[in-house]
């Protein structure tokens, strides 16, 4: 193919793709998958055609009005850092910081004698920045340091052990330790890990192929170790929730823990903890889609033997909880994605107060002493706070700031409004709209998940705020299919109710359109992962609704999801196309498969990174040439492809450069380009966020 160039005017030519008869005949479907061939990253038809996408997207970008004002201002509020909450082991405490200019946040170690260590820099192992520190756990003293790196986004984590105190690696590595827990014995010498999807134990100074398989089934295991290391749980999803075993380390073997059942074949989600006072603590959605608090005898852990401690609540999810002191419970809660903390008797759960927050935010990340003691710790954010870590003092009622984000940064003046709309079946649904202080339509970004019961809550974000600041909506909606209203929210919103999610999404849109806040032709649509199906699926349902989208790191051929990355973890959210019925509502909405010629769709960019192991970017790439076909108008479809990062944590230059990439192409599509370059206008500052350490 010639070279060409793109001015950003006019029709686009795209490179041609090649539409071969591949049909597959399932359950009595006729299945077409005219681009199969892109699926082969390798072969040289698609490493042709991944490059002149590549030219294409690139003179695309270059065209794109104030592309680099975008990007120098995501670049001066993502200088906000982060700052993570301590974790107590020992005489130690650990965590995580990121100041401004840094790629990667830095994992420290408070010493005894108050002196701050540098444990883990990212950057100082590999100054290329595609090294990534993706689980951390020291063991019960604090001594030794379990962590896990990996290269190039790929995610497939290799764990080593640090001695703390000289630096020293004594252990490892071992690899295929994908964000694996990690459960650390009494005796500092041995831990328990999950290694390619199965629990093993490890000792240090043996070899891992040595090591001995605790369970060895095929599945995404969760680990958990009391504070005194005697009671070990382990945990693994199940259709509609999850099975999960408690074993006493006390009365059998490390190397055969006698791991009795909790809770198997439950469509409920639970998770347990057993506390200093000896009781076994259960935070579960068992008889309560909002979730509940319970207590048993660990020798009775069956849910028979269940006691509530803190009831569910009619409107508010209970996600967290905290034991401080002797007589101290805390539990998190979300209202409608805003978050609450409570304060109740330890052995009662009757409710004494509540515990100040800094305002209508998401906290979260509850941390005590491992010792025990009077204090607790959490995160907390909010649209124009960045994350910090608060104390809260039982003894006094108070809480205060413990570190705020390192760095300091300006934000913009903003409006927050929740508002509430019928979906297609009448219900009722949430999103939260941000805005500067005005009138009439405005260029949006609608911006949704819907899936795995995750939660869309107030955060701050250096994506969001720029676009807010540059006279744009964003509108985040907390769609069925995530967890904002409990688990039967989650739900209503996956399998063969999947459609729900996608309703609700197309819903929030025309609520903006007629309330007058955008237009049609001003609505962008934005979402990542399973968000990208969801983008996939409202562009493919109903193009009518918006001007432009973005898709990134999507699930796009449903049919065919479960053959690559982590497809087949995730059947019980989405169903297979190896049973009949599953496969007919997989097909119902399959992005892929509804591209219709003659449609003139919106403006599309697809994203993918190189890297990923969990979402094959074969799903774009198919994407991609099926619209570039099949529309007929001339907005553009393009794929943004990036080498050397994957699916999760990247270093902060190229969070920053891909940001700036999607709000110059959303701004350009929706017309926000024409109005504003992309900065702050003189004047609209709200404050400032101002920097402190930790104390």
Not at 171 to 179: A, E, L, M, V
Not at 238 to 261: K, T
Not at 324 to 336: A, E
Not at 613 to 628: E, G
Request: glycine residues 12%.
């Amino acid at each position: 193919m010639e070279p060409f160039e793109h001015s950003g005017a006019g029709p686009v030519i795209y490179p041609p793709a090649e539409r071969q008869p591949v049909v597959d005949h399932l359950h009595g479907h006729a299945v077409p998958d005219p681009y199969r061939w892109l699926e082969d990253r390798e072969s040289p038809a698609t490493q042709g055609w991944l490059a002149a996408q590549d030219d294409l997207w690139r003179g695309h970008a270059a065209a794109l009005p104030r592309r680099d004002g975008w990007r120098a201002r995501v670049s001066e509020l993502t200088d906000a850092g982060t700052v993570g909450p301590p974790l107590w082991r020992g005489r130690r405490r650990f965590f995580l910081r990121r100041t401004a200019r840094q790629e990667h946040a830095v994992l420290y170690t408070i010493a005894p004698d108050g002196a701050e260590e540098t444990l883990i820099d990212p950057m100082e192992i590999d100054p290329s920045g595609l090294t990534t520190l993706d689980k951390w756990q020291p063991d019960l003293d604090g001594r030794l340091l379990a962590y896990q790196l990996s290269r190039f986004g790929d995610e497939r984590s290799e764990l080593r052990v640090m001695d703390v105190g000289t630096r020293q690696i004594v252990d490892g590595p071992i690899d295929r330790c994908r964000y694996s827990p990690m459960a650390w014995l009494p005796d500092g010498k041995s831990f328990y890990y999950v290694r390619s999807r199965q629990v093993c134990l490890h000792r240090l100074g043996t070899p891992a192929g040595d090591d001995i398989v605790i369970c060895g089934a095929d599945r995404s295991y969760g680990l958990g170790i009391s504070y005194n290391g005697r009671w070990l749980t382990v945990s693994a999803p199940s259709d509609g929730g999850n099975d999960l075993w408690l074993a006493d380390l006390s009365s059998s073997s490390p190397d055969r823990p006698d791991l009795r059942v909790i809770q198997e074949g439950v469509n409920a989600v639970t998770v347990s903890a057993v506390g200093r006072d000896g009781r076994l603590y259960l935070l579960t959605t068992l008889d309560a889609p909002r979730g509940r608090l319970c207590v048993a005898d660990p020798a009775r852990p069956r849910p028979e033997h269940w006691l509530d401690l803190v009831g569910p609540d009619p409107e508010a999810v209970i996600g967290d909880f905290a034991i401080t002191g002797d007589s101290t419970l805390l539990v998190g809660w979300t209202r409608h994605a805003i978050s609450e903390i409570s304060v109740h008797d330890l052995r009662t759960g009757e409710r004494r107060g509540e515990v100040p927050l800094p305002g209508l935010g998401s906290a979260g990340g509850m941390s005590t002493r491992s010792g025990g003691g009077h204090e607790v710790w959490f995160t907390y954010t909010d649209g124009v706070t960045p994350p910090g870590v608060h104390r809260y003092d039982v003894r006094t009622g108070q809480t205060s700031l413990w570190a705020s984000a390192p760095g300091t940064v300006e934000v913009p003046k903003l409006e927050a409004r929740q508002v509430v709309y019928p979906s297609a079946d009448g219900t009722e649904v949430r999103m939260v709209v941000l805005a500067r202080p005005g009138a009439g339509p405005r260029p949006a970004i609608l911006y949704g998940y819907g899936g795995f019961g995750l939660s869309l809550t107030p955060s701050y974000s250096s994506y969001i705020l720029p676009w807010v600041e540059a006279g744009g909506i964003f509108a985040l909606a907390q769609l069925r299919g995530g967890g904002e209203e409990g688990a039967q929210w989650h739900r209503d919103g996956m399998l063969d109710r999947k459609q729900n999610a996608f309703d609700d999404f197309t819903a929030a849109a025309e609520k903006l359109i007629a309330d007058g806040w955008t237009t049609a032709g001003q609505l962008g649509v934005c979402g990542e992962s399973n968000g990208g199906l969801l983008v996939g699926a409202a562009v493919t349902q109903r193009p009518d609704l918006f001007a432009a989208a973005v898709c990134s790191a999507p699930l796009l051929d449903m049919v065919r999801y479960e053959r690559s990355g982590l497809g087949p973890s995730w059947r019980s959210e989405y169903g297979s196309a190896d049973d009949p019925e599953q496969l007919g509502w997989l097909l119902g909405y399959s992005p892929y498969h509804r591209v219709t010629d003659g449609v003139d769709y919106p403006a599309m960019l697809l994203t993918t990174f190189d890297g990923d192991s969990r979402v094959d970017p074969m799903h774009a790439r198919k994407m991609c040439a099926a619209l570039q076909r099949a529309t007929s108008g001339s907005r553009p479809v393009l794929l943004r492809h990036e080498n050397g990062v994957g699916h999760g944590s990247r270093s902060v230059s190229r969070s920053v450069d891909l940001a700036a990439d999607m709000l110059a192409f959303l701004a350009a599509h929706t017309g926000l380009g024409d109005r504003t370059d992309g900065r702050r206008p003189a004047g609209d500052r709200q404050g400032t966020t101002d920097q402190a350490h930790n104390r």
